[in-house]
Antibody, heavy 120, light 108 residues
Framework: EVQLVQSGTEVKKPGESLKISCQGS????????VAWVRQMPGKGLEWMGI????????RYSPSFQGQVTMSADKSISTAFLQWSGLKASDTAIYYC?????????????WGQGTLVSVSS | EIVLTQSPGTLSLSPGERATLSCRAS???????LAWYQQKPGQAPRLLIY???SRATGIPDRFTGSGSGTDFTLTISRLEPEDFAVYYC?????????FGQGTKLEIK
């Protein structure tokens, strides 16, 4: 069964750096783009960007360009999302999601989410 | 950037009733790239409909997607207790993806 398993809850202070992960299993990781989606407390879904694990080609939403960095390590079937200086406003649940295919551009499998809490 | 506007914000209905959720795009979009998701509290979103009208694997046939151009609809024919959740539409266009703000379907 296809799965995306994300790293656990993070509690950080403003200014700290962070890297969270999303490991794919039971499918060919390099054949599907992986997106990151933010959900702030009590709010809707926001697309942050997407990465092709095959060659690390990355597309960012203009809202998140320069704020985060996406990367992937195909040797361990894992995508990453990182921050170099967290802000309180980064407090949210972050989901990774697999792009089903270029013919549908929908997300068919999702990770369980990683809660990031940033507070002084 | 395409903006997706969902209506209503909240829909209060009873089990067994029919639900009609709307998603309007700020400009005409390809129906091939319009999807719907369901999200329950504490859970990740789940893909319901892709290509505007195709049900994802395992999705019951009471869920129907329709529409084209700027206006899309998700219809749930007979609400089951497990259908009460938040629903999002999503479009992926030229290197940019957007979600609607969501419709909360609550029990009346």
């Amino acid at each position: 069964e296809v799965q995306l398993v994300q790293s656990g809850t993070e509690v950080k202070k403003p200014g700290e750096s962070l890297k969270i992960s999303c490991q794919g299993s039971d499918y060919t990781f390099t054949s599907y783009w992986v997106a990151w989606v933010r959900q702030m407390p009590g709010k809707g879904l926001e697309w942050m960007g997407i990465i092709n694990p095959r060659d690390s080609d990355t597309r960012y939403s203009p809202s998140f360009q320069g704020q985060v960095t996406m990367s992937a390590d195909k040797s361990i079937s894992t995508a990453f999302l990182q921050w170099s200086g967290l802000k309180a406003s980064d407090t949210a649940i972050y989901y990774c999601a697999r792009l089903a295919g270029l013919s549908t551009m929908s997300f068919d499998f999702w990770g369980q989410g990683t809660l990031v809490s940033v507070s002084s | 950037e395409i903006v997706l506007t969902q209506s209503p914000g909240t829909l209060s209905l009873s089990p067994g009733e029919r639900a009609t959720l709307s998603c309007r795009a700020s400009q005409s979009v390809s129906s091939s790239y319009l999807a719907w998701y369901q999200q329950k509290p504490g859970q990740a979103p789940r893909l319901l409909i892709y290509g505007a009208s195709s049900r994802a694997t395992g999705i019951p046939d009471r869920f129907t997607g329709s529409g084209s151009g700027t206006d899309f609809t998700l219809t749930i024919s007979r609400l089951e207790p497990e259908d009460f959740a938040v629903y999002y539409c999503q479009h992926y266009g030229t290197s940019l993806c957007s979600f609607g703000q969501g419709t909360k379907l609550e029990i009346k």
